[in-house]
T-cell receptor, first 109, second 113 residues
Framework: DAKTTQPNSMESNEEEPVHLPCNHS???????IHWYRQLPSQGPEYVIH???SNVNNRMASLAIAEDRKSSTLILHRATLRDAAVYYC??????????FGTGTSLTVIP | DAMVIQNPRYQVTQFGKPVTLSCSQT?????MYWYQQKSSQAPKLLFH???????NEADTPDNFQSRRPNTSFCFLDIRSPGLGDAAMYLC????????????FGPGTRLLVL
């Protein structure tokens, strides 16, 4: 199973950008990079995913390193509602998700 | 509006007493997954169904079984719950098995007394 490594926790001030890093040095050529977040007492929620190119959507941006061994989730303006655990996940052709430990994001008002 | 529904949200059972958790979906997705999430840990995949094909993870205990009688419903059966099985159980779906987004339900929190 492909592994991801993330910092256990990060803090951000409200309305400032947040960069959440993820290392995945064992990624294979067909693995997609997914980001999900989980608010307390809720199921994980899709944030963004990509393969090789950087991706943008209404929630966030995903920057993928050229060698694909790392990626960064970018929240452009953190709000209090963005406080959650963020998971970086690799999926192969079977689409099984093997979650890493995730990063707990605290947003400071 | 709900897409992946899990009932009940909270389930209490007794040590060794069989329990069934249910999941239903309105998305008509082919794939349904069950995850176990213990306190302060990440979700752990137990097994998944691709249509009617059951795929068990190698380290999922035999105590955990699953049934998928039709596209919309999937059940998680715990034959003899132990105290260590107390956890949040998450159901998820995806349209296909190929790098698709997974949609998670709110989870069922299981308490074993």
């Amino acid at each position: 199973d492909a592994k991801t490594t993330q910092p256990n926790s990060m803090e951000s001030n409200e309305e400032e950008p947040v960069h959440l890093p993820c290392n995945h040095s064992t990624i294979s050529g067909t693995d997609y990079i997914h980001w999900y977040r989980q608010l307390p007492s809720q199921g994980p929620e899709y944030v963004i995913h990509g393969l090789t190119s950087n991706v943008n959507n209404r929630m966030a941006s995903l920057a993928i390193a050229e060698d694909r061994k790392s990626s960064t989730l970018i929240l452009h303006r953190a709000t209090l509602r963005d406080a959650a655990v963020y998971y970086c996940i690799l999926s192969s052709t079977g689409n099984q998700f093997y979650f890493g430990t995730g990063t707990s994001l605290t947003v400071i008002p | 509006d709900a897409m992946v529904i899990q009932n009940p949200r909270y389930q209490v059972t007794q040590f060794g007493k069989p329990v069934t958790l249910s999941c239903s979906q309105t998305l008509n997705h082919n794939v349904m997954y069950w995850y176990q999430q213990k306190s302060s840990q990440a979700p752990k995949l137990l097994f998944h169904y691709y249509d009617k094909d059951f795929n068990n993870e190698a380290d999922t205990p035999d105590n955990f079984q699953s049934r998928r009688p039709n596209t919309s419903f999937c059940f998680l059966d715990i034959r003899s719950p132990g105290l260590g099985d107390a956890a949040m159980y998450l159901c998820a779906t995806s349209r296909d098995g190929q790098q698709e987004t997974q949609y998670f339900g709110p989870g069922t929190r299981l308490l074993v007394l």
